[in-house]
């Protein structure tokens, strides 16, 4: 059975930084795209971006209004993602989830397992 | 960025109700479009990818059909576990950008 699990979530005063990582199991996981989305209190989705799998080397994409302040990393030999956030703004207050992408294609492919999400929270 | 527009934002119906939600998006992405269907407190779940393929598990009153710049939706005939918030979302390129959400009420 795929599972993602994430960790990391809590409360974080502004400036600050916070990483969290995504658990993967159930499937070869450097074989996939691996994509980071959140989603405000009561608000939709947003797509953070995305780490490409071995096939095109870990390559990384990224919603240019995050650009510079959040990155995504992998380590295949532990099936673990991860999310570096920095500069932490209060509006990056949301529910952080990973998702394991169909496929590993260069161009994208729906996110068809999706993490249980982890709270962060931003404020002083 | 490509902009995805659903419609309605609400919806009220009754068990045994044919529904149907659309979605606009700003430029063509010829099929590269998934649905999803989220409930309260959970994440979302994969329905439908490339516009209309059923995901695995996923009950056949669910179907999804466009191509282009417009697509649907529909569910056959509504289920008690079916009132919930349903998404389209985009993939033809990275960034991917979701549809603002559709709530299925029970009227």
């Known amino acids: 059975e795929v599972q993602l699990v994430e960790s990391g979530g809590g409360l974080v005063k502004p400036g600050r930084s916070l990483r969290l990582s995504c658990t993967a199991s159930g499937f070869t996981f450097g074989d996939y795209a691996m994509s980071w989305l959140r989603q405000a209190p009561g608000k939709g989705l947003e797509w953070i971006g995305v780490i490409r799998g071995k096939a095109y080397g870990g390559t990384t994409e990224y919603a240019a209004s995050l650009k510079g302040r959040f990155t995504i990393s992998r380590d295949d030999s532990k099936s673990i993602a991860y999310l570096q956030m920095n500069s932490l703004k209060t509006e990056d207050t949301a529910v952080y989830y990973c998702?394991?992408?169909?496929?590993?294609?260069?161009?994208?492919?729906?996110?068809?397992?999706w993490g249980q999400g982890t709270l962060v929270t931003v404020s002083s | 960025d490509i902009q995805m527009t659903q419609s309605p934002s609400t919806l009220s119906a009754s068990v045994g109700d044919r529904v149907t939600i659309t979605c606009r998006a700003s430029q063509t992405i010829s099929k590269w479009l998934a649905w999803y269907q989220q409930k309260p407190g959970k994440a979302p779940n994969l329905l439908i990818y490339?516009?209309?393929i059923l995901e695995s598990g996923v009950p056949s009153r669910f179907s999804g059909s466009g191509s282009g710049t417009e697509f649907t939706l529909t569910i056959s005939s509504l289920q008690p576990d079916d009132f919930a918030t349903y998404y389209c979302?985009?993939?033809?390129?990275?960034?991917?950008?979701f549809g603002q959400g559709t709530k299925l009420e029970i009227k």
């Open positions: 490339q516009a209309s």
């Open positions: 979302q985009q993939y033809n390129t990275y960034m991917y950008t």
């Open positions: 998702t394991k992408d169909q496929y590993d294609f260069w161009s994208g492919s729906a996110p068809d397992c």
